[in-house]
């Protein structure tokens, strides 16, 4: 039988705000790419952002807790004027992070 993924772990953030703007930057790059530039890809972004640097913030170092999180709480966000959803924006945050760390994304190695 094939092993669990054993959970990611995130260093312990010295700088949260700072995460934050890297990753708000990050997204928003990576939602231009992805499909076309929108105005959205700014707010999802800069919102994506405010939730991670808020979890890291109360002491969250655990990456699946934190893509949780975002997914719940982008469910508030109005979607309706992009191609994404909460699911997709919290995937890319997991990427992003998980190849900022240079963790290979498949299988958490």
């Not at 054993?6 to 995460?19: D, F, G, H, W």
């Not at 890319?92 to 958490?108: H, K, M, N, T, Y």
Request: with cysteine.
């Amino acid at each position: 039988m094939a092993e669990p993924i054993k959970p990611i772990t995130l260093p312990i953030a010295e700088n949260p705000q700072q995460e934050g703007e890297w990753l708000q930057v990050s997204l928003h790059k990576w939602l231009n790419q992805e499909f076309i530039p929108e105005k959205v890809n700014e707010d999802i972004a800069k919102r994506a952002a405010q939730i991670f640097i808020r979890h890291r913030m109360e002491g969250e170092n655990d990456l699946g807790s934190l893509v949780i999180a975002i997914v719940t709480e982008m469910q508030a966000f109005d979607f309706s004027q992009s191609f994404y959803g909460e699911f997709a924006i919290a995937n890319a945050v997991s990427d992003l992070l998980l190849d900022s760390l240079g963790i290979e994304r498949c299988c958490g190695q």
